[in-house]
């Protein structure tokens, strides 16, 4: 079973910075691409940024400039670097990796808070 787990979120002041991390209980170069998405209460859950399996990177224009999506194949964990946060960043961030089939999976989600 495949399973995708995220750690590195909670409170942070504005301005602050966080690195959430996606360990994969899988090789992760069985995904072409990862991202990390996220749901604020209210709110449909939305792309932040992607990257596919030879590195190419995506931004939603919200967060270009201050976050960076990378991923480890060797470690089999994909990270998101977040600096310059702001109060409408908070959400819960999920890890999404989508492999060669199309197929996608999902882990549980990370809160992260960003409030002084």
């Known amino acids: 079973q495949v399973q995708l787990v995220e750690s590195g979120g909670g409170l942070v002041q504005p301005g602050g910075s966080l690195r959430l991390s996606c360990a994969a209980s899988i090789s992760i170069s069985s995904f072409y691409v990862m991202g990390w998405y996220r749901q604020a209460p209210g709110k449909q859950r939305e792309v932040v940024a992607r990257?596919?399996?030879?590195?190419?990177?995506n931004y939603t224009d919200s967060v270009k400039g201050r976050f960076t999506i990378s991923r480890d194949n060797a470690k089999n964990t994909a990270y998101l670097q977040m600096n310059s946060l702001k109060p409408e960043d908070t959400a819960v961030y999920y890890c999404?990796?989508?492999?060669?089939?199309?197929?996608?999976?999902w882990g549980q989600g990370t809160q992260v808070t960003v409030s002084s």
């Open positions: 990257i596919t399996n030879h590195g190419t990177t």
């Open positions: 999404n990796g989508v492999n060669y089939a199309q197929y996608d999976y």
